[in-house]
């Protein structure tokens, strides 16, 4: 096993490539690691490019279209080997001198994660500074996650701690949070260098900030209710039908004395709450069963232990 894999997710980075690799040699070369590219269905020499740099440090990991950064970093990790691993972007933002330094405060506070923040971060205020800040107040006053920037990428995890947890859709923002819900808790952060973007575009633009919102719904909903989704669901299935019920009592009291009741929207109210009671409570139902699937059928536990260990001293 290697001591450190490298995971750089690249799409359309061909000028970054070269003096990347060159700052990763120069930054690792006391380590025994690997570096993973994944490329993310470049268009243009990005590929080429990794495959000049011809050294047996460097992977490349051609994924056969563009699938989005979170499915390119779950590529990466699935591909690496180390005992530590760490997260870097392909722009040179990030800075490789960084990882030595954060590679030695994860052994030596066995954190499961040591996640880099942005001191002087070097981007736009208004496309990309307030929007990140937004996200990372209703991130972390949500999730309780007190991680100051959960949108840098820079970020360095155990091997048992990355692996244990999957990221697709657009939740590579939620990695933290994703980590405390499989039991990693041992989380922090540390002040990195940030560098101005040289070459290439940035992927970056508003539209990402929309899909936080609806990502944060989902991580609520992951960190309250993964393992009793019927509390949620049966609960407002309960107080639905309740009321539901309760009007239609009213209204059969109200026919018994003569009153006429028919097409009244109250009849209506009353009836959609009886159905959406009973749909919640099912939906309830049948995702505790997909709940006990996930766990039992992969043998996964709803708990993790760091270690076992005698009391004896000898």
Not at 31 to 57: C, K, L, P, Q, W
Not at 147 to 155: N, P
């Amino acid at each position: 096993m290697k001591q450190l894999s490298l995971v750089i997710c690249v799409y359309n980075e061909e000028l970054n490539i070269k003096p990347l690799s060159e700052q990763i040699k120069s930054a690792l070369k006391d380590f025994d690691y690997e570096a993973i590219f994944v490329d993310d269905g470049s268009t243009d020499r990005t590929r080429e490019e990794v495959r000049a740099i011809n050294d047996e440090h460097f992977l490349l990991l051609e994924l056969k279209k563009n699938y989005g950064q979170s499915s390119a970093l779950q590529a990466g990790i699935d591909a690496a080997t180390g005992e530590y691993i760490a997260l870097i972007d392909g722009d040179l933002q990030n800075d490789p001198n960084d990882i030595p330094m954060m590679l030695k405060m994860a052994a030596e506070g066995e954190w499961d994660m040591v996640a880099g923040v942005r001191a002087n971060r070097k981007d736009g205020a208004f496309l990309r500074k307030l929007p990140s800040k937004v996200a990372n107040y209703l991130i972390r006053e949500a999730t309780g996650i007190r991680m100051k920037d959960l949108g840098c990428t820079l970020k360095v995890f155990t091997h048992e701690a990355i692996k244990s947890i999957h990221i697709y859709g657009e939740l590579h923002r939620f990695i933290p949070a994703l980590l405390a819900l499989e039991g990693s808790t041992r989380l922090t952060q540390v002040d990195v260098n940030h560098r101005a973007r040289e070459f290439g575009k940035s992927k970056y633009n508003l539209s990402r900030t929309t899909r936080v919102f609806s990502d944060l719904v989902l991580m609520v909903f992951f960190k309250k209710y993964m393992q009793r989704p019927m509390h949620f669901f049966g609960g407002i299935g309960i107080v639905t039908l309740a009321l539901g019920f309760l009007i239609n009592f009213y209204l059969l009291i109200l026919k018994l004395f003569g009153y006429d009741i028919w097409g009244k929207p109250i009849l209506i109210l009353g009836m959609i709450l009886l159905m959406g009671g009973i749909q919640l409570m099912t939906i309830g139902i049948v995702a505790e069963m997909l709940m006990r699937t996930y766990y039992e059928g992969q043998g996964k536990k709803p708990y993790r232990v760091r270690r076992l260990e005698t009391t004896k001293k000898n």
